[in-house]
């Protein structure tokens, strides 16, 4: 398609919505010396009641916005900073996943009425005593 516009045309510019996909297609076209921006989806001024979303309509719609210099664009990481930012969101994911778990955890024990006796829950006190508990159904036993 690039080929296709480059005999047509004599200058090209790209921008695109920036989404979950990163940031390849950013690089591989500025790395073919051509000018490539990504905006942010909320950035993109939108008229009141345009809901309907189609990648035609878009298109043309950035293409608008570019050419008129209403479009603000974003940063865009390098290769470096984006693995920081996968590694920082994958932490995040693991801190909600582990309380997440603690918290169907102590419900599953509170639905059996089975209480913790000491002061507070997660030291080591309490994980030995988790490590005596028997639930009363061999099936609760397999979700403890």
């Excluded at 470096?80 to 693991?94: S, Y």
Aim: glycine share 4%; with cysteine; aromatic share 8%.
């Amino acid at each position: 398609m690039v080929r296709r516009l480059r005999q047509s045309h004599e200058k090209l510019d790209f921008v695109y919505e920036a989404g979950p996909c990163g940031y390849a297609l950013h690089r591989h076209l500025t790395s073919k010396g051509f000018v490539c921006s990504v905006v942010a989806p909320s950035m993109i001024p939108k008229r009141p009641g345009d809901r309907i979303k189609t990648d035609r309509r878009d298109a043309i719609a950035l293409a608008r916005l570019y050419r008129a210099g209403e479009l603000t664009a974003v940063y865009v990481p390098n290769p470096q900073d984006e693995a920081i930012r996968d590694l920082t969101r994958a932490r995040e994911d693991a801190v909600l996943a582990h309380k997440r778990a603690r918290q169907q955890f102590a419900a599953l024990l509170l639905r059996q009425n089975i209480r913790y006796s000491g002061k507070s829950a997660w030291t080591q006190g309490y994980k030995n005593w988790i490590a005596r508990i028997t639930m009363p159904q061999p099936v609760q036993q397999i979700v403890f």
